[in-house]
């Protein structure tokens, strides 16, 4: 529960500041259940962008350089646009120029790519030199974290590494974080999405691994524990 | 055109004390339509531009919503909010709105694909919700958009789509009286032929404290070409607007789908979202259900 807290919080914060909608999935289970926690992460204020007046339309989808345009509420006067689902200009028109589809990919994309993530990015546990880094996302991180605990007890340093963001992923600040590790991709799907997604934006150092399991049936620390083994001891000491 | 007494009245008044300080060019936007030039759209933008200035809504004030269509394109040629949307989409879209933001005016537009076919359930609830919303459907009876499919109020042995050579074979959806079976506490019909008479439904329908619903037929001149006819066709509707959901029900039933004006219009308690919203209803919930029983579902 209070590991669902903390994105809800932060991607209401995220789509206010990158003008952006925030959904909120829930498993069932965690969607019927109740718990008293701790405050969810002061919001920051989303970035006020002064509207500019002038003569000409509001420039509601104005190019700038971070990538975020002005933006006004109904009610402000002089500032009415029209939001559309199709391209369009600076001032919401929609348009089938090549420029204005460009102007305005770009500038998605630059806002998105620019912005600065913070340290939530990940989830990080354990030691920068340890010998076998459990990477995950989402509901496995509780099974891959206590893993984790029974291969130190047991004499193997690991490292969690658990990625809150997705996309656009921070490969610089994910392989900085793998160091010299070797990889077990831990994850609760039948394809090793997660696997395969990190791989095609070569995000992996070679030689990853993937342990990947279809629900309903949850992983569970001992297997995640055992595949890391195996996968330690079919190494030998040549890691 | 028969507008409603009460309507006319109320407009009538509104007429002697007010000066315009907007005109109706003042609420278009300089975007230039896409639309076929005759197309029937044309009219009920230019009906609502007028509505807009005649009842003075300062345009910050005003947002109008839309789906996906040719008639959903309205957003973008008007000088108020806009928000053009999903197809099928528009009543969620000015539900969530008018809930979080009470105090704007808030108009829903799209077409009859878009309201009445994939957003035929959203219809439904939005006119038993009763919000105070005007839902404006421009409807030509095709999909316009995609190059004319057979809608749910097209004719069943209409065949000129390749998709249904041979007509859909199926019975036309009734759109003033599936919203008054639904709930909707105003229903008008309009010609997009007569921006005058559409004016003053629209105004009507704004004021309207609750779900107003407005029927505006409005030919495809591309893919219908044989509405033209319409304009001899329409005819007022002498006998409404009833303020009883069963005689509104026989009035609807005997009409002939082209009748024009007010329809139906009866005074609900409107629904409210809200702390504040909550804080102004002095009904309880079960008054309120009362009340909505007593007057409406005879
Ligand atoms: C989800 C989805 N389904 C289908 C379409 C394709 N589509 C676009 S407009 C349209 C129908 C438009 O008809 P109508 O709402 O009557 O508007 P008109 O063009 O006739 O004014 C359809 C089916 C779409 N854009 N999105
Ligand atoms: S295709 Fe029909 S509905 Fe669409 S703009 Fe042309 S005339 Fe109007
Ligand atoms: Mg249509």
Redesign the interface.
């Known amino acids: 529960m209070a590991a669902c807290g903390h994105p809800v919080a932060g991607a209401g914060q995220l789509a206010g500041q990158l003008q952006t909608a925030a959904i909120g999935l829930a498993d069932q289970a965690r969607g019927q259940a109740r718990r008293v926690g701790g405050p969810a992460p002061a919001a920051v204020a989303p970035v006020h962008h002064a509207a500019p007046a002038g003569d000409g339309?509001f420039r509601r989808y104005a190019v700038t350089a971070d990538g975020i345009s002005p933006m006004s509420v109904?009610?402000?006067?002089?500032?009415?646009?029209?939001?559309?689902?199709?391209e369009h200009d600076p001032a919401?028109?929609?348009s089938s120029r090549a420029a204005d589809h460009k102007a305005q990919l770009d500038k998605r994309r630059r806002k998105l790519l620019t912005h600065d993530y913070g340290p939530d990015w990940a989830q990080i546990t354990g030691a920068a030199d340890a010998k076998l880094c459990l990477l995950t996302f989402g509901a496995c991180r509780g099974a891959v974290v206590e893993a984790a605990g029974r291969l130190s007890a047991a004499g193997l340093a690991v490292r969690t590494l658990a990625l809150r963001l997705l996309a656009p992923l921070q490969q610089e600040a994910l392989l900085a974080a793998i160091g010299r590790a070797r990889v077990l991709v831990v994850e609760q799907n039948h394809g090793a999405q997660l696997y395969h997604y990190l791989h095609a934006e070569q995000a992996l150092p070679a030689g990853a691994h993937s342990l990947a399991k279809p629900g309903p049936l949850p992983l569970r620390p001992g297997e995640i524990a055992a595949a890391a083994a195996a996968l330690m001891d079919s190494d030998g000491d040549s890691q | 055109m028969t507008v409603g007494d009460d309507a006319a009245n109320r407009i009538a008044e509104r007429h002697k004390a007010s000066i315009p300080s907007l005109r109706a060019k003042d609420y278009k936007?300089?975007?230039k339509p896409?639309w076929c030039p005759g197309c029937g759209h044309f009219g009920v933008l230019a009906a609502l531009t007028k509505t807009l200035a005649y009842l003075e809504l300062?345009?910050?004030?005003v947002?109008v919503v839309s789906g996906?269509g040719c008639s959903s394109?309205l957003?973008?040629y008007?000088?108020?909010?806009?928000?053009?949307?999903?197809h099928g989409r528009v009543l969620p879209l000015a539900t969530g709105l008018k809930a979080a933001?009470p105090?704007?005016t808030v108009i829903a537009a799209g077409g009859d694909g878009d309201g009445f076919s994939i957003g035929g359930n959203h219809f439904l609830h939005a006119c038993r919700r009763n919000q105070d919303l005007t839902y404006i459907v421009m409807d030509n009876e095709v999909y316009g958009m995609t190059k004319g499919q057979a809608s749910p109020t097209t004719q069943p042995d209409w065949c000129r789509s390749k998709l249904t050579p041979h007509g859909t074979g199926m019975r036309r959806f009734q759109p003033a009286a599936i919203a008054l079976a639904a709930g909707a506490s105003f229903i008008a019909r309009g010609y997009a032929g007569d921006p005058n008479g559409l004016t003053r439904l629209l105004a009507a329908a704004i004021e309207h404290p609750g779900f107003a619903f407005v029927h505006v037929l409005s030919p495809c001149r591309t893919f219908r070409p044989e509405q033209q006819a319409w304009k001899q066709l329409v005819h007022g509707c002498e006998l409404g607007p009833a303020h009883d959901a069963a005689e509104a029900a026989e009035l609807i039933q005997r009409d002939d789908g082209l009748g024009l004006g007010v329809l139906f219009e009866q005074e609900i308690p409107v629904y409210t979202a809200g702390v504040t919203a909550d804080a102004a209803d002095t009904l309880t919930t079960n008054e309120r259900l009362a009340a909505i029983e007593a007057e409406h579902c005879r």
């Open positions: 339309p109904p009610g402000e006067t002089g500032l009415a646009y029209t939001a559309d689902g199709l919401g028109a929609p | 936007s300089d975007v896409v300062p345009p910050e004030r947002a996906i394109r957003p973008a008007l000088a108020v909010h806009g928000f053009h949307g999903v933001r105090e704007l």
